[in-house]
């Protein structure tokens, strides 16, 4: 997972952010299933999140490059928590 290698990182203006894709999820899991394959985690992902390599309010995207699942425990309790820190 990256890491930002600088602790200054501009937040970018909330008007001027992408937008959060209520979809994102639906889109992801075909790209990243024909792009790396099945990885038999069931329908739909339960214990899974898209994660935001760069979150959105530092100027991330929705773009596929931008995401990666992660498990829900680790997104939720770990990685958010750190991000929310920042």
Not at 17 to 39: A, E, S, V
Not at 40 to 68: C, Q, R, V
């Amino acid at each position: 997972m990256w890491t930002p290698t600088k602790a200054n990182i501009a937040v970018v203006p909330e008007e001027k952010r992408t937008k959060r894709d209520t979809k994102l999820k639906d889109k992801f899991m075909p790209w990243y299933i024909k792009t790396y394959g099945d990885p038999n985690w069931g329908p739909k992902w339960p214990n899974a999140d898209i994660h935001h390599e760069l979150p959105l309010k530092y100027g991330g995207t929705n773009a596929m490059s931008n995401l990666f699942p992660l498990p829900r425990d680790l997104h939720q309790k770990t990685v958010n928590p750190w991000w929310a820190s920042y």
